[in-house]
């Protein structure tokens, strides 16, 4: 959470509206905030004393850092994040984690803002299939419709706090390698206020930074021996053409 005054509670609300608050656990980082978001959070626990909310404060660190320190927190063996801006619609957690229990997943995903999923996905019946590959082509899902066992991050490694952008997709490809991960095909979250991805406000809107984050996941990848260095070659390429044409869009809105 930073600066998020506006918008906390919303995203609060959609959380404890969930599940009952014996099965939900909240950690909230307050990554820095310099506006009233702690104040606001503080009260909302204060009259959610039912709920297992924990507050926990810290200088400004970027998202990386928060979402490792929730993440180290959490005593549960499932999590799900996600940012202040955002809300997830009712019955996401109680699906989702049926559905990864019926298919022996890893991580399970979902649709958001009302989005198709699209190439190269292909929905096997109510789950699209994730794998390293496809990702690499297309990073998939959101952050926020993602639910993951706790033991997943811990044998994947966790965020890299250096990483600004795309550190999502840094993370999900080594989680690809290390488990079995699916997206239900049910629209479950709203991505602050149906922001497009990129060209707009927060880090989304920096297509430089994602561009540069993005390359530096498939130097990771070529790093990690995931992928040679031929491979690393065609990727370098895809996304720099896939980065030019998100210029030409976000000059097309204006």
């Not at 049926?98 to 958001?112: P, S």
């Not at 497009?196 to 984050?213: D, E, I």
């Amino acid at each position: 959470m930073f600066n998020a005054e506006k918008t906390i509670i919303k995203c609060l609300n959609s959380v404890v509206n969930q599940l009952p608050p014996d099965d939900l656990e909240i950690v909230i980082v307050n990554d820095g905030s310099t506006d009233k978001s702690h104040d606001i959070v503080e009260k909302f626990i204060n009259e959610n004393t039912n709920f297992n909310i924990k507050l926990i404060d810290q200088e400004n660190k970027g998202v990386s850092a928060a979402r490792n320190l929730a993440i180290r927190e959490s005593k549960h063996d499932f999590l799900a994040l996600i940012d202040s801006d955002d809300v997830w619609l009712p019955g996401k957690l109680k699906h989702q984690s049926e559905i990864l229990l019926k298919y022996d997943a890893d991580f399970i995903g979902a649709l958001h803002n009302n989005m198709p999923l699209g190439f190269p996905y292909k929905l096997e019946g109510d789950i699209f299939r994730v794998s390293f590959e496809k990702l690499m082509i297309k990073m998939a899902p959101s952050t926020i419709t993602s639910l993951f066992k706790k033991d997943l991050i811990e044998r994947a490694g966790f965020y890299d706090e250096k990483q600004k952008y795309t550190e999502d997709g840094n993370l999900w490809l080594r989680f690809s390698k290390c488990g079995k991960m699916i997206i239900l095909n049910k629209n479950y979250a709203i991505a602050g206020d149906f922001k497009p991805l990129f060209g707009q406000s927060g880090l989304s809107g920096n297509l430089k930074g994602m561009y540069k984050g993005e390359i530096k996941n498939i130097k990771d990848m070529l790093g990690l021996k995931y992928i040679n260095s031929f491979q690393y070659l065609l990727y370098f390429s895809y996304i720099t053409l896939k980065y030019y044409r998100r210029i030409i869009i976000v000059k097309l809105r204006k």
